[in-house]
C-alpha cells in the first residue's frame, strides 16, 4: 500500500456522550492519515437501531469541530463514496451477503431466538451449533418459500489458525475453531456491524483501520471477509488500552468511577479542547524527543504509527490538569478573559468588574476554569473569619497593632480620587513609609479584612481594586471592628 493515498475513517455509533477512547481513536486516525498527506473520513455508523440516541449525531459533530479535526468526506460534505451514513445504504450490504451465499461461503440461518437462547443455557457460552450450515439447499427453499425469518451467516473454517500483521502488536494468530459463524445480515435486513464495515471500507478504498487493542482478536474475522470477496486487506493498527488509576493505586480499564472520561465532561470542567487532544495523544503514542506540548498541526508534523505503544495507558487526571494549567498560561491575558467569563459571571453576575486586573491575578494560578468560582467566590461575600488571621509573625502583623493600620489605611483609601490598582498601591506604599513600618506589617491585615481569606489569589492592592472602593472600605470598617 506504499504509493497509495493513505484514507481513514473514523465510524462512531451515535449512542451518546464522545469518550475519550473514541476522540483518541479519531485522533489517531487523523493523525496517520493527515501525516502521510491522506483523506480523513467521517461515517456514521447507525445501523444497531436499538441504541440510537437523539442528538448523538450532532454530539460527534460538534467534538469533532471542537477539537479541530476536520474531515475530507463525510455526511454533512459528502464525498465521491457516499452516502457516509450505514442506515442510507442498507440496499448496499444485501447483494454482498447473496453474492457468499451463492458462492458457498455463506448460508441463510432460521434459528429462532428461542432455539438460540436455549443454546447458551446447555453450554454457558452461547456459541452457535452451526446448525442450518448444512441445510438441504431444497430444505432451504421451503423455508425461503414459506417466508421463514432468517439472517444470513458466514462459514468460518472450522480447522487451521488466522493470521494478521498489525502495525502496532506485529503478529497475531487466532485459532479458526474459536471463530464463531458470524452473521452478516439480521432477519430485519440491517448489517450487523462487523459486515458493514468491511464492505464499507472496501467500497471507501480505506488503507488503514485504526481501533483499540481489545478488537485484535476479532480481526480474522474481518480478514477472512476480505479474503471471501477476494479484495486487499487494510493495515490495521490496533491501539493500547486506556486504563484508569483506581484508589489503592491499581489501575483497570478508564471508567466514570476514576473521573469525566467523555470529550463533554471534561469540558464542562474547564479543560480546554486542545489540551484535551494533546493529553489524549501521549496516551499510547512516544514522540521521538522528550516534548510534551503539541498543537494538532505539531502533532501532525511528529507523528509516526512506529511511536505507537503496546502497553497500556493511564488516564492521569494530575498529568491532565499540568497540561491545562501549562495552556492557560499560554493564553494573552484577553483570551484567557473570555475563556473564564462565563465562571467570572457565576459569582458576579452581569455586574462590571475591573477584568483584567481579576485575570491577572488568577492565569497564573488557575488549573481548570471550573475552580475559578470558588477562588473568587470571597470578593461577592466575605466569608466568616477568625481574628487570629491578622497574626502574621513573618510581616511582623499582630493584634495590636493590625487596628492601627487598618485605621490608617481607611483614612489614606478613602480620600483616594481615583480607585484603581496603581492609585491602591502608589497610597498604601507611602503609607507605610509614613508609618515606618515595612509592607508586609500594613499589607497583611489590609488584605485579611478585604478577603477574610489567610490564602487569596492576589495581594491586597489587586483585592481592593476588584470590590470597588465602597465594598473595600466597608470590609476594612468590619475588619477594625472585629479586632
Known amino acids: 500500500m506504499e504509493n497509495k493515498l493513505v484514507r481513514t475513517r473514523f465510524a462512531p455509533s451515535p449512542t451518546g456522550f464522545m469518550h475519550v477512547g473514541n476522540l483518541r481513536t479519531a485522533l489517531f486516525e487523523y493523525l496517520i492519515a493527515k501525516s502521510q498527506q491522506g483523506k480523513f473520513i467521517l461515517r456514521i455508523e447507525d445501523t444497531d437501531q436499538e441504541r440510537l440516541v437523539e442528538g448523538a449525531v450532532d454530539v460527534i459533530y460538534d467534538t469533532l469541530q471542537q477539537v479541530g479535526l476536520d474531515h475530507d468526506e463525510g455526511p454533512d460534505i459528502g464525498g465521491e463514496y457516499g452516502p457516509y451514513i450505514q442506515s442510507q445504504r442498507k440496499d448496499t450490504y444485501r447483494p454482498y451477503a447473496e453474492q457468499l451465499v451463492r458462492e458457498g461461503k455463506a448460508y441463510y440461518c432460521f434459528c429462532t431466538k428461542e432455539r438460540l437462547e436455549s443454546l447458551h443455557q446447555e453450554d454457558g457460552?452461547?456459541?452457535?451449533?452451526?446448525?442450518?450450515?448444512?441445510?438441504?439447499?431444497?430444505?432451504?427453499?421451503?423455508?425461503?418459500?414459506?417466508?421463514?425469518?432468517?439472517?444470513?451467516?458466514?462459514?468460518?473454517?472450522?480447522?487451521?489458525?488466522?493470521?494478521?500483521?498489525?502495525?502496532v502488536f506485529g503478529e497475531i494468530t487466532i485459532e479458526n475453531k474459536e471463530l464463531e459463524d458470524q452473521i452478516l445480515l439480521k432477519s430485519d435486513g440491517y448489517p450487523t456491524y462487523n459486515f458493514a464495515n468491511v464492505i464499507d471500507d472496501h467500497l471507501m478504498h480505506i488503507t488503514h483501520v485504526v481501533r483499540g487493542s481489545e478488537y485484535l482478536t476479532s480481526t480474522p474475522k474481518y480478514n477472512l471477509l476480505y479474503e471471501a470477496f477476494g479484495w486487499e486487506v487494510p493495515t490495521y493498527v490496533h491501539l493500547p488500552l486506556i486504563m484508569g488509576k483506581n484508589e489503592d493505586g491499581s489501575v483497570s480499564k478508564l471508567?466514570?468511577?476514576?473521573?469525566?472520561?467523555?470529550?463533554?465532561?471534561?469540558?464542562?470542567?474547564?479543560?480546554?479542547?486542545?489540551t484535551i487532544v494533546n493529553y489524549i495523544a501521549l496516551l499510547g503514542w512516544c514522540p521521538k524527543d522528550n516534548r510534551e506540548i503539541f498543537s494538532l498541526q505539531e502533532l501532525v508534523e511528529n507523528f509516526s504509527i512506529d511511536g505507537i505503544s503496546k502497553a497500556p495507558s493511564v488516564f492521569d487526571y494530575d498529568k491532565l490538569d499540568w497540561f491545562n494549567g501549562e495552556y492557560l498560561r499560554a493564553k494573552t491575558p484577553e483570551e484567557f478573559t473570555a475563556l473564564a467569563m462565563p465562571w467570572y459571571q457565576q459569582v458576579f453576575g452581569q455586574e462590571e468588574k475591573p477584568w483584567d486586573v481579576l485575570t491577572s491575578i488568577l492565569q497564573p494560578r488557575v488549573i481548570r476554569l471550573i475552580d475559578i468560582p470558588g477562588m473568587i467566590g470571597f470578593f461577592k461575600e466575605l466569608p466568616e473569619y477568625d481574628a487570629a488571621l491578622f497574626v502574621n509573625k513573618k510581616s511582623k502583623a499582630n493584634l495590636e497593632n493590625a487596628p492601627v493600620m487598618l485605621k490608617a489605611a481607611m483614612e489614606a483609601l478613602s480620600s483616594l480620587p481615583e480607585w484603581n490598582v496603581t492609585a491602591i498601591h502608589d497610597c498604601l506604599i507611602q503609607l507605610a513609609q509614613k508609618l515606618e513600618v515595612k509592607n508586609g506589617t500594613l499589607l497583611w491585615p489590609v488584605r485579611i479584612a478585604a478577603a477574610g481569606m489567610q490564602v487569596t489569589p492576589g495581594g491586597a492592592m489587586e483585592i481592593l481594586a476588584i470590590l470597588g472602593k465602597e465594598e473595600a472600605l466597608r470590609r476594612l470598617e468590619l475588619g477594625l471592628a472585629k479586632l
Open 255 to 274: 471508567s466514570k468511577r476514576h473521573g469525566s472520561t467523555s470529550f463533554a465532561g471534561l469540558v464542562k470542567e474547564g479543560y480546554l479542547p486542545e
Open 125 to 167: 457460552f452461547g456459541g452457535y451449533d452451526r446448525h442450518c450450515r448444512d441445510l438441504p439447499a431444497e430444505e432451504v427453499q421451503r423455508l425461503l418459500d414459506a417466508g421463514t425469518p432468517y439472517v444470513i451467516r458466514q462459514k468460518m473454517p472450522t480447522e487451521g489458525s488466522t493470521t494478521f500483521q498489525d502495525a
